[in-house]
């Protein structure tokens, strides 16, 4: 709705900020219908992961890349969430992998490539790359840029996440998602478990969220009771039902079979729960 959601955030700019539903081509068609090459950029998670994980409809992301480079406009792919936590070279190497072949203009990253401590990194095409400073006009500098800490931290992650690595995540985030809906549906608690990659969780609907809307209509009262029955348990979740789950290498055998453990009591008190 171009809102500003921040204070401090002039309602000018956020007008400048076109908003429209996820999964939608015809609401991204309508969009470019009318505002043509006004617009720069069509900005969208490779994966959604802020609003519960809502995974993007086969080709949709290849539609968002057409689109916009047939009128002149950039696609920035945001992989903070899914860069190198779902595939050594991101949600969209995953995509290009089952034949869904499109290119970004601009990618950016985060979490993982900082090993855990704070930093970020963008990347892109060459010709936009060179318009940053010290090259370009685009100013561009921060206090973190290039931190040693942080960029060895990130080398030694990334050097360790072979694809041995990469199949334990994905194997154990199967285990978990299969447990979690075993729990819930053996409680009688109408639910979905949405997937993007290795990343997922839980919708409280007949079926997965394919957008905002869809996220906000789901019975999210479910919530609450069952994270503290997990925490009570000695598992910590996400706080809110619109964030991602994702597991780790870390993850061994005996830390997955102490969340099997827990999901039952917790699956019991979501059943339990009320709206008021």
Do not use: C
Request: glycine residues 10%; aromatic residues 8%; negative net charge.
């Amino acid at each position: 709705m171009g809102l500003p959601g921040s204070a401090g955030v002039p309602a000018a700019i956020a007008a400048q900020t076109l908003v429209i539903p996820y999964n939608d081509r015809a609401a991204l068609e309508a969009v470019f219908a009318e505002h043509g090459d006004r617009i720069a950029a069509v900005i969208v998670e490779a994966a959604a992961a802020n609003m519960g994980v809502v995974a993007p409809e086969p080709g949709f992301n290849r539609f968002i890349a057409d689109t916009a480079h047939a009128h002149g406009a950039l696609m920035i792919l945001d992989e903070v969430l899914t860069g190198f936590r779902v595939h050594h070279a991101g949600f969209w190497a995953l995509q290009v992998s089952t034949g869904e072949v499109y290119m970004p203009d601009i990618i950016t990253f985060g979490k993982v490539i900082g090993g855990g401590m704070p930093l970020a990194a963008l990347g892109g095409r060459a010709d936009i790359m060179d318009l940053l400073a010290p090259a370009g006009p685009v100013y561009q500098a921060g206090t973190l840029s290039g931190n040693p800490l942080s960029v060895a931290a990130g080398l030694a992650t990334l050097l360790r996440a072979t694809p041995k690595i990469y199949a334990r995540v994905d194997a154990a985030a199967t285990r978990i998602a299969d447990a979690l809906d075993r729990a819930l549906t053996e409680a009688g608690v109408v639910h979905a478990i949405p997937r993007a990659g290795n990343l997922f969780g839980v919708g409280f609907a007949a079926h997965a969220p394919r957008n905002y809307a869809e996220a906000q209509a789901q019975e999210a009262f479910r919530y609450p009771p069952f994270f503290h029955a997990m925490r009570e348990q000695g598992v910590a979740l996400p706080p809110s039902v619109f964030e991602a789950w994702f597991l780790t290498a870390a993850h061994d055998d005996a830390a997955l079979s102490h969340i099997e453990r827990a999901l039952p009591a917790a699956a019991a008190a979501a059943a339990s729960a009320s709206r008021s």
